[in-house]
């Protein structure tokens, strides 16, 4: 919006002299420019030798309310809801968790989900160009989404894998039900034969159906080297599966049709993507509740054991679960609020949001243990014998529980097309996220073409995910899980939380928040931010260093090579604040104190997204702390050298006053740009 400048009514320039001088064109109402506006203000800068800066495209928002809380709902609730945080609570004292994980959603998961879903919305930008309230912090954004793009690489061949159980599942008795099949091996032992076998011991061990299905007929990680032996290992690479090959390009193409129109598309998918697993969930928990051995299971999962909260694990495995399942740090949060209404009520939303996922988790462990409980009942084994983790639990486990089913290959393909369905919604976000820092960190460039970014990372990304389609495959993608999300991501959220809530201010982000929602965040959010959430990351990251251990998978240990590959992977995406950061203050002007403290100064285009360009410039110049002046003809005729102060806390509520925009405007009114009155006035 144009604003009238005191300066040019100061000394002895036209203002004392009583000469009409230009007048610039003054907008009657705040918010964005229209056509008229850019036309308008295009003659003032070509009269004044000043290049027209070039349009940006608008920018798309949430079509409804429930889009946006079923996309975020979609994006929390993932694949951990079902097949990590059940086993972590059977693990951690059974109910026991639930206690350090309500504290830790508490004081870590629910403030930080807040900070970044206020922060997106208050700007309406992506993870990268939001750190224009600190350029500073900027390699915070380039983290978020390098971070982002490694997890959308392994996180959509887990899509893949679902989809080719899902259509595996279309036959009359699942494929991993027996060990007559051609990829089964002699150490195999079927579910009837542990049944009836009477030596089991505490230490028995066998290679189920599932397990083989798995690991040689799906992944087919054992290498044959010849004179009948075979390797594993992520160093030998063996041949391409066509079949994951194929799988895992039509995973991203459902990505990409469901992303294509933006968020106006993904909006209606997750209409479907996000309820469906509650459906399926549901479905499941009637009936396992009533197979034989339920009973048993459920007792295993929620049992509590209070002495294991004497032990420092069980806190860090609830810190480390609120924190990945919320997805703090992955930029999702910030590029979907950015798409928010600016008066939206974030604060309600993160409640609800937060609470509705670790409900999900609970809820879900339950569907789980009971199919557990009945697997261990027809197997005659403890429950702690069957019991698995991550894709353990998901395509080993669980596929081997469905086998003992009536109609099992219903029951079969319901659960993979919920495991595809709690994926996507996950990979809907995370890939939005890229999309979304790229295009409005290059608006004009960008913007208008997101459908053709959106398609080349998803060739870039599919080609990089083709190495997990290999025999080596399933090594890529436990490297990848172990070290990408890891710590960095620990790191990454402590430094936000600092930036946010020392650098930027937490007075300014609470007026921040304020002028959104209409009041300030409570003394227990404020608290969060500053002191109790940094420190139970600091915890975090502490344990982690310390409890470190290199990459593993079913034993097998990898090569030095691949642990410092990993190590690098995890470093890349940290280093990119520090290294950012560097820029930043080395492109500035001055001494390096005064670049310094530039670069720790919110950028003159920062502001609300409800503000126009020329606002958010005219209060990043004068600040909320020394208000900026306006012209008022009445004082001119008391005398007074100093105009009246003025509230910028109003600007978005009351248009700048400026009497001389009284005038007749020839463009509003009919006329045109060249019309005399008006050039007059130039």
Request: aromatic share 14%; charged share 15%.
């Amino acid at each position: 919006m144009y604003t009238y400048n005191p300066s040019h009514h100061s000394g002895d320039g036209l203002r004392s002299s009583g000469i009409p001088e230009k007048q610039p064109y003054v907008r009657s109402t705040p918010g964005p420019m229209t056509s008229t506006d850019r036309k308008v203000m295009e003659v003032e800068m070509k009269e004044k030798g000043r290049p027209a800066e070039p349009e940006e495209p608008e920018r798309e928002q949430w079509g409804a309310k429930m889009d946006f809380m079923l996309s975020m709902l979609g994006y929390c609730v993932g694949l951990g809801n079902v097949w990590r945080f059940p086993y972590l609570c059977y693990k951690n004292g059974g109910g026991a968790f639930l206690i350090p994980y309500l504290i830790m959603l508490t004081f870590a998961g629910l403030p930080l989900f807040f900070m970044e879903l206020a922060l997106g919305q208050y700007a309406s930008l992506g993870p990268v160009t939001i750190w224009r309230c600190l350029p500073l912090f900027k390699g915070i954004g380039f983290a978020m989404c390098i971070i982002s793009g490694l997890v959308c690489i392994y996180y959509n061949m887990i899509i893949a894998w679902s989809l080719y159980y899902m259509f595996a599942s279309f036959t009359s008795m699942l494929p991993w039900r027996t060990c007559d099949n051609w990829w089964n091996t002699p150490n195999c032992v079927e579910t009837s034969a542990v049944a009836n076998a009477t030596n089991k011991t505490d230490n028995y061990t066998r290679i189920s159906p599932s397990e083989e299905y798995f690991h040689e007929r799906v992944l087919k990680y054992s290498v044959d080297l010849g004179n009948n032996s075979t390797a594993r290992g992520i160093e030998h690479t063996g041949t391409m599966s066509w079949e994951l090959a194929l799988v895992l390009l039509l995973a991203w193409i459902i990505v990409f049709a469901c992303l294509c129109k933006g968020v106006k598309s993904s909006g209606k998918v997750v209409y479907f993507t996000a309820t469906f697993p509650y459906i399926v969930l549901i479905i499941l928990l009637i009936r396992g509740a009533i197979l034989p051995g339920a009973r048993e299971g459920i007792i295993f999962y929620i049992k509590p054991d209070f002495n294991r909260l004497r032990d420092s694990q069980v806190w860090y495995d609830a810190a480390s679960q609120i924190f990945y399942s919320l997805g703090v740090a992955f930029g999702g949060i910030l590029a979907m609020s950015s798409y928010n209404k600016f008066n939206n009520n974030c604060h309600r939303d993160a409640v609800l949001i937060a609470l509705a996922n670790c409900g999900t988790s609970v809820f879900a462990g339950f569907a789980i243990f009971s199919y557990i409980g009945y697997m261990a009942h027809e197997l005659k084994m403890p429950v702690g014998k069957v019991v698995a983790s991550g894709s353990g639990l998901a395509f080993i486990a669980y596929p081997e529980a469905l086998t003992l089913m009536p109609i099992s290959p219903l029951w079969s393909i319901l659960f993979f097309f919920m495991l595809l369905t709690l994926g996507l919604d996950s990979q809907f976000v995370m890939l939005e996220t890229i999309v979304t820092a790229l295009s409005d960190e290059f608006p004009t460039l960008l913007r208008q073409h997101k459908t053709w970014v959106l398609l080349a990372i998803c060739i870039c990304l599919y080609l990089l995910g083709l190495t997990q389609c290999t025999q080596a495959g399933i090594f890529w993608l436990e490297m990848m899980n172990w070290y990408s999300a890891g710590f960095c991501l620990i790191v990454t959220a402590l430094i936000m939380a600092i930036g946010i809530s020392w650098v930027y201010g937490i007075k300014r982000f609470s007026a921040d928040i304020k002028e959104m929602i209409g009041y300030e965040p409570n003394i227990y959010f404020k608290a969060c931010w500053m002191v109790i959430s940094p420190a139970l990351m600091l915890f975090i990251f502490i344990f982690s260093l310390v409890q470190y251990s290199p990459v593993v998978y079913n034993g097998i240990a990898y090569p030095d090579w691949a642990v410092t590959l990993g190590l690098l992977m995890a470093f890349f995406s940290i280093l990119m604040i520090p290294l950012v950061g560097i820029i930043v203050v080395a492109k500035n002007k001055g001494s390096f104190t005064e670049r310094f403290k530039k670069a720790i100064t919110p950028d003159e285009k920062w502001g609300p997204a409800i503000m126009s360009q020329e606002q958010k410039e005219w209060k990043s110049t004068e600040g909320i702390d020394n208000p900026a002046t306006i012209y008022d003809p009445g004082t001119m005729e008391n005398g007074t050298d100093q105009p009246p102060l003025y509230d910028p806390r109003s600007i978005n509520r009351y248009p700048l006053y400026d009497p001389r925009s009284l005038q007749q405007d020839p463009i509003r009114n009919g006329g045109s740009i060249n019309d005399t009155s008006y050039s007059s006035r130039l």
